[in-house]
């Protein structure tokens, strides 16, 4: 919980100056004098940014986790370069040309977004999931297995159980990627935190630019912080299956 | 209990075991001894269907271990090795429960259970509730041979389970597997490269070299005169003759003469070894054994040895 407090505390700092008042004070003493972005409208813009954000990285964990599980199974071990490289090229591709190339095949809105955010996710959960699946000692998997427990089990009861905070930093790092990513779906029409951004480029309006930065900055560290609380609560309880097996 | 018939195992190109013929009969503690390298930890892991024949059939119980699933067989076989693998996520008694869990034994059988083998193993209770990161090696050694006897099973498999530990804690721990050998009759398969430990522990030797067997019989057989001399030099080092006596119990060397009434006692279950120590460190050439008439002459006692 104590690694939580600070980037709370930068999400809070940083969403006092995504406000207009707080804009316009920076404005002001930089000499802008340019409108600010309504709270209200920033505010509906926080919420979709935030909706887009997890519609990219939802997928992306589910299928990241899948595959970082697969790839490491012995049946799936063949696949693991594929994977990585699959992974390496969704994250090379910068999110832009994701976009813009999405764009014809889903039209403006939020999905070309979402598309590009999901394939920018999904390398850092492969990677954690497989590192982490990888860390589990050898030893303690040699012993499930001699005692007969089933592959299943020892996926669900020893794996996964001590793997489970580092796929919880990989989760972590594409949430903060995807949520500072978003910002980049305005271009496709997304209405995101991107958008006072945008508008503020057009219309040379800086205090615009900055509180679309802010509030997006804002975002990515809350998003940090509710995830490192959501850690250290679970480090205090492991997991627990009682069941025995269906016969 | 488990016999290996003409049993051959390949790993890639190299063959670890090659047509091995093996009967461990129920109630034994046999010891499987050799060089790195030899097949000895190749062959236990075959009796849980851990390593696949290329050809040869391993049963277990009369039944073909190919036959049957390799989960629901692991679990009616106890297994326990140098490194535990204890699940450092679960307290010492949730690693006890693991197999009567998947088992589904009900709660209270269980707790039982874990109390029971938490005494057999002499560990203090309180112990039940604490993650395996707070044992020393003794104490993870001795949940983890709790954790291979949780279910009850009638064979225990352990691939040098005191390899790792201390030397007084591993004499300690071999005092415990004898005992609990004795209380319980369980068939046990020890993998070991110590060959003091396979002789003192074993009541069946199996000798491997390059994955043949090349000596099986009890203890005192497979370092009489005669025997292969390969045995013969990694069980008895320089002094197999010496190795020998103390495998030979005093009793059976028993002359019908009567000892002399100022002749040194021996203890009951002695050995010819111990009985030949206390003529030397006596200057005397015969004893009395303990509650029994007769006498140990030191002539019959080197007949013996022969």
Same mark, same amino acid.
């Given at each position: 919980?104590?690694?939580?407090?600070?980037? !709370?505390? $930068?999400?809070?700092?940083?969403?006092? =100056?995504?406000?207009?008042?707080? /804009? @316009? &004070? %920076? +404005?002001?003493? #930089? *000499?802008?004098?340019?409108?600010?972005?309504?709270?209200?409208?920033?505010?509906? !813009?926080? $919420?979709?940014?935030?909706?887009?954000? =997890?519609?990219?990285?939802?997928? /992306? @964990? &589910? %299928? +990241?986790?899948? #595959? *970082?599980?697969?790839?490491?199974?012995?049946?799936?071990?063949?696949?693991?370069?594929?994977?990585?490289?699959?992974?390496?090229?969704?994250?090379?591709?910068?999110?832009?040309?994701?976009?813009?190339?999405?764009?014809?095949?889903?039209?403006?809105?939020?999905?070309?977004?979402?598309?590009?955010?999901?394939?920018?996710?999904?390398?850092?959960?492969?990677?954690?999931?497989?590192?982490?699946?990888?860390?589990?000692?050898?030893?303690?998997?040699?012993?499930?297995?001699?005692?007969?427990?089933?592959?299943?089990?020892?996926?669900?009861?020893?794996?996964?159980?001590?793997?489970?905070?580092?796929?919880?930093?990989?989760?972590?790092?594409?949430?903060?990627?995807?949520?500072?990513?978003?910002?980049?779906?305005?271009?496709?029409?997304?209405?995101?935190?991107?958008?006072?951004?945008?508008?503020?480029?057009?219309?040379?309006?800086?205090?615009?630019?900055?509180?679309?930065?802010?509030?997006?900055?804002?975002?990515?560290?809350?998003?940090?912080?509710?995830?490192?609380?959501?850690?250290?609560?679970?480090?205090?309880?492991?997991?627990?299956?009682?069941?025995?097996?269906?016969? | 209990?488990?016999?290996?018939?003409?049993?051959?195992?390949?790993?890639?190109?190299?063959?670890?075991?090659?047509?091995?013929?093996?009967?461990?009969?129920?109630?034994?503690?046999?010891?499987?001894?050799?060089?790195?390298?030899?097949?000895?930890?190749?062959?236990?892991?075959?009796?849980?269907?851990?390593?696949?024949?290329?050809?040869?059939?391993?049963?277990?119980?009369?039944?073909?271990?190919?036959?049957?699933?390799?989960?629901?067989?692991?679990?009616?076989?106890?297994?326990?090795?140098?490194?535990?693998?204890?699940?450092?996520?679960?307290?010492?008694?949730?690693?006890?429960?693991?197999?009567?869990?998947?088992?589904?034994?009900?709660?209270?059988?269980?707790?039982?259970?874990?109390?029971?083998?938490?005494?057999?193993?002499?560990?203090?209770?309180?112990?039940?509730?604490?993650?395996?990161?707070?044992?020393?090696?003794?104490?993870?050694?001795?949940?983890?041979?709790?954790?291979?006897?949780?279910?009850?099973?009638?064979?225990?498999?352990?691939?040098?389970?005191?390899?790792?530990?201390?030397?007084?804690?591993?004499?300690?721990?071999?005092?415990?597997?004898?005992?609990?050998?004795?209380?319980?009759?369980?068939?046990?398969?020890?993998?070991?490269?110590?060959?003091?430990?396979?002789?003192?522990?074993?009541?069946?030797?199996?000798?491997?070299?390059?994955?043949?067997?090349?000596?099986?019989?009890?203890?005192?057989?497979?370092?009489?005169?005669?025997?292969?001399?390969?045995?013969?030099?990694?069980?008895?080092?320089?002094?197999?003759?010496?190795?020998?006596?103390?495998?030979?119990?005093?009793?059976?060397?028993?002359?019908?003469?009567?000892?002399?009434?100022?002749?040194?006692?021996?203890?009951?279950?002695?050995?010819?070894?111990?009985?030949?120590?206390?003529?030397?460190?006596?200057?005397?050439?015969?004893?009395?054994?303990?509650?029994?008439?007769?006498?140990?002459?030191?002539?019959?006692?080197?007949?013996?040895?022969?």
């Amino acid at each position: 919980m104590r690694r939580a407090w600070p980037p !709370l505390l $930068l999400a809070l700092l940083l969403a006092a =100056l995504a406000a207009p008042q707080g /804009a @316009a &004070l %920076l +404005g002001g003493a #930089l *000499g802008e004098a340019a409108a600010p972005f309504p709270a209200g409208r920033l505010a509906s !813009l926080a $919420l979709t940014h935030a909706g887009l954000s =997890l519609a990219g990285v939802v997928p /992306a @964990a &589910l %299928l +990241g986790i899948a #595959l *970082g599980i697969w790839v490491t199974r012995p049946r799936g071990r063949g696949m693991r370069p594929a994977a990585d490289a699959l992974a390496a090229a969704a994250q090379s591709v910068p999110p832009v040309v994701v976009v813009a190339l999405a764009v014809p095949a889903f039209g403006f809105g939020l999905w070309p977004t979402a598309l590009a955010l999901l394939l920018y996710a999904l390398m850092p959960v492969l990677r954690a999931t497989v590192a982490a699946l990888e860390a589990v000692p050898p030893d303690v998997r040699a012993a499930a297995e001699a005692i007969g427990v089933p592959p299943a089990r020892i996926l669900a009861e020893v794996e996964l159980p001590l793997a489970w905070p580092l796929v919880l930093d990989g989760l972590r790092v594409a949430l903060v990627l995807a949520v500072a990513t978003a910002a980049v779906g305005a271009l496709a029409g997304a209405a995101t935190l991107g958008t006072p951004i945008v508008l503020g480029l057009q219309n040379q309006n800086q205090v615009m630019v900055v509180q679309g930065a802010a509030a997006t900055a804002a975002l990515a560290f809350a998003a940090e912080g509710a995830l490192l609380a959501v850690a250290g609560r679970r480090q205090g309880s492991p997991a627990r299956l009682d069941a025995p097996l269906p016969n | 209990m488990i016999a290996f018939d003409n049993v051959t195992v390949q790993f890639g190109g190299t063959q670890a075991l090659s047509g091995v013929s093996l009967e461990v009969r129920e109630g034994e503690l046999c010891a499987l001894v050799g060089p790195s390298g030899s097949g000895k930890t190749t062959l236990l892991r075959l009796v849980n269907r851990l390593v696949a024949p290329a050809s040869g059939t391993v049963r277990v119980r009369g039944e073909d271990v190919m036959r049957q699933d390799a989960p629901a067989l692991r679990r009616s076989i106890g297994y326990a090795m140098q490194s535990v693998g204890l699940f450092p996520h679960r307290t010492v008694a949730e690693n006890i429960a693991t197999v009567p869990r998947l088992l589904g034994w009900d709660r209270a059988r269980i707790a039982e259970r874990v109390h029971d083998l938490l005494r057999m193993l002499r560990l203090d209770a309180a112990m039940a509730d604490r993650l395996p990161r707070a044992l020393s090696g003794g104490q993870a050694q001795r949940v983890g041979l709790a954790r291979a006897l949780a279910a009850d099973p009638d064979i225990l498999l352990m691939d040098e389970p005191f390899g790792a530990v201390d030397p007084i804690t591993r004499r300690e721990l071999r005092a415990e597997l004898r005992r609990i050998h004795a209380e319980t009759g369980k068939t046990i398969v020890l993998v070991t490269h110590d060959p003091e430990e396979a002789l003192e522990l074993g009541t069946h030797i199996v000798v491997l070299r390059g994955g043949r067997i090349v000596a099986d019989g009890p203890p005192a057989a497979v370092v009489a005169p005669g025997a292969d001399a390969f045995t013969r030099e990694l069980l008895g080092g320089a002094q197999p003759g010496l190795r020998r006596l103390a495998l030979l119990p005093a009793a059976d060397a028993l002359d019908p003469a009567p000892a002399p009434d100022d002749a040194p006692v021996l203890p009951r279950d002695a050995s010819l070894a111990d009985a030949l120590s206390l003529m030397a460190e006596r200057g005397c050439d015969s004893l009395a054994l303990e509650g029994a008439s007769g006498s140990l002459r030191a002539g019959t006692l080197l007949r013996q040895a022969r």
